[in-house]
């Protein structure tokens, strides 16, 4: 009988011990991960770098879903982290703000002027993800906070001297248009080019899983968004992953010559949780 009870209060015990574990997750998930701010550096060689691009740096930012988990103060801390490294261009591949949440004019002037404290050497480029779409105020946010809005379109980056850079974009491909249309206008500049071209391409996307559908891939490098690294992980692989992100959706992939980068995100979407998927933006540094 004495074994028996004392058998009883250690399996009750146990499941007290489990049930607490299982809450401080969850406390963890909830309230404290999704607060964070943390940023990844990567190296990317270029053999045909030319002197005034050595150590050229790009910060890429993604996913904040403005109005969910990321508020003004979330966008206060950004905004010093990323003019801390004092970055050559700054981009953005969508959903600034998340498709639930309510924007009052007080709340675009927030994000905008936040926004427009970032502060970069040769320019600061955005596209929209599938939560912007939502937003007709998506646009003048952007273009007031200085960035310029690659839907579909691209620039020339120059930087002390007459070699140059191009990058382009592709809006959300929640609007139903093909990869290959959205491209048209890039890749017939990219291509009238015999010699004295650019010596490298970027092209920012936020679903990128379309990447497998660009029949002409004149790109060295694409960034991309959306997977959010699947927000909630097993410490090896994600549990939850979003149409248009389920076949590429970790850091890093090499697609024949194409390095192909994918942002973890800053926001959360759905669900107001992050586990072992840390906030972060990405650093890139070009070097020989």
Do not use: C
Request: proline letters at 3%; aromatic letters at 12%.
């Amino acid at each position: 009988m004495v074994k028996r009870k004392r058998k009883k209060t250690k399996i009750i015990k146990n499941i007290f011990k489990i049930l607490i574990i299982i809450s401080l997750i969850i406390a963890y998930g909830h309230f404290i991960e999704p607060k964070l701010i943390t940023s990844k550096e990567y190296k990317i060689k270029i053999e045909n770098i030319t002197k005034n691009f050595e150590g050229f740096k790009i910060i890429h930012i993604s996913d904040i879903h403005y109005g969910r988990v990321f508020d003004k103060l979330q966008m206060k801390k950004l905004v010093k982290s990323i003019n801390d490294q004092k970055p050559d261009i700054v981009v953005l591949t969508g959903d600034l703000i998340d498709k639930d949440t309510n924007l009052t004019p007080k709340m675009i002037e927030e994000i905008t002027k936040e926004l427009s404290k970032i502060e970069t050497v040769a320019g600061k480029y955005a596209i929209n993800g599938n939560h912007d779409l939502k937003f007709d105020e998506w646009t003048n946010i952007i273009t007031n906070s200085g960035f310029k809005n690659l839907n579909n379109t691209y620039d020339t980056i120059y930087k002390n001297g007459y070699n140059f850079m191009t990058i382009a974009g592709v809006s959300t491909f929640k609007d139903k248009q093909g990869i290959n249309d959205k491209l048209k206008q890039t890749l017939n500049y990219i291509n009238s080019f015999e010699t004295g071209g650019p010596f490298y391409n970027i092209l920012l996307m936020h679903e990128p899983d379309y990447i497998d559908d660009l029949t002409d891939n004149k790109f060295n490098l694409v960034l991309a968004g959306h997977s959010h690294a699947g927000q909630i992980r097993t410490p090896f692989s994600p549990i939850f992953l979003p149409n248009g992100a389920t076949k590429y959706h970790e850091h890093h992939y090499k697609l024949e010559n194409t390095d192909l980068y994918i942002s973890n995100g800053l926001g959360v979407s759905k669900y107001n949780f992050r586990l072992f998927n840390t906030p972060s933006y990405n650093i890139y540094r070009l070097t020989k």
